[in-house]
C-alpha cells in the first residue's frame, strides 16, 4: 500500500528544497563570488592610493631637490669646525674655549666626550670646568652665544659658596658640557 502525500506536506517539502537549494547556492557559488569582488576591490584602492601618491611625490620631488641644494650651499655650513677627522674638531674646540675664557685668568680643565655622527655631520663636545666669578660667567656665556661657530651649551652647573656677604663677588664653581660640529673636511668641499 502506498501512502499519499498531501498536498501541503508536498508543498512545505518543496519549500524546505528550494530554501537549502538557494542556501547551498549561495555558500557555494555566490559568497566566494562577493568575497572575491571585495578583495579586488580593496586591492584596486590601495593600488589606487599608491598610485596617488607616487605622483604627490614625483611632482614634489624638484621641491626638495631644490631644498637640498639650498641646505648643501647654506652659509651656515661655514660655521661647523672642518677636519679630517673628530679628534681634530674637539682640539679645535678646545681652542676656541680656551681662547674664550682666557680673561678669566684661572686654570680651565677640559675632557673630551666622544664624537657622535648623524650623517655628514658630526657632534663633537668637551666637559668644562672652572671657576669664575658670576660677572665673569655672564661674559664669558655672552662671548659663546655671539661666536661664529655653531656651539651649544648642553649642561651648566654652578655651584657658589655657601656663605658670602652682600658686596662681594666670591668664585663660582663652574661645570659645562659645550658641544659643537663639524664635518669632514671631503664633504665640506663637495658640500653635505
Known amino acids: 500500500m502506498t501512502s499519499a502525500v498531501s498536498p501541503t506536506l508536498q508543498r512545505l517539502l518543496a519549500i524546505t528544497l528550494l530554501v537549502f537549494t538557494l542556501a547551498s547556492a549561495w555558500y ?8 572575491l569582488l571585495s578583495e579586488r576591490a580593496e586591492q584596486r584602492g590601495m593600488a589606487l592610493r599608491a598610485v596617488r601618491r607616487n605622483r ?11 631644498a637640498l641644494e639650498s641646505v648643501e650651499h647654506s652659509p651656515r655650513w661655514q660655521n661647523f669646525y672642518v677636519a679630517d677627522r673628530p679628534q681634530a674638531a674637539t682640539l679645535q674646540l678646545e681652542g676656541d674655549l680656551r681662547t674664550l675664557f682666557k680673561p678669566t685668568n684661572n ?13 655628514t655631520v658630526t657632534r663633537i663636545s668637551v666637559k668644562v670646568t672652572l671657576s ?33 656677604t652682600a658686596d662681594t663677588n ?19 668641499k663637495s658640500g653635505p
Not at 557555494?28 to 568575497?35: E, G, H, K, Q
Not at 604627490?56 to 631644490?66: D, F, M, T
Not at 648642553?154 to 657658589?160: F, G, H, I
Open 28 to 35: 557555494v557559488v555566490v559568497s566566494p563570488i562577493a568575497t
Open 107 to 119: 686654570p680651565t680643565s677640559m675632557t673630551a666626550e666622544p664624537a657622535t655622527s648623524k650623517g
Open 56 to 66: 604627490a611625490l614625483i611632482q614634489a620631488a624638484p621641491a626638495v631637490q631644490a
Open 132 to 164: 669664575m666669578r658670576v660677572d665673569q660667567l655672564a661674559e664669558a656665556l655672552d662671548l659663546l652665544h655671539r661666536q661664529t661657530r655653531h656651539l651649544e651649551v648642553e649642561s651648566l652647573t654652578v655651584q657658589a659658596p655657601e656663605f658670602q
Open 170 to 188: 666670591p668664585p663660582l664653581m663652574i661645570q659645562a658640557d659645550i658641544a659643537g660640529l663639524m664635518v669632514m673636511r671631503d664633504a665640506a
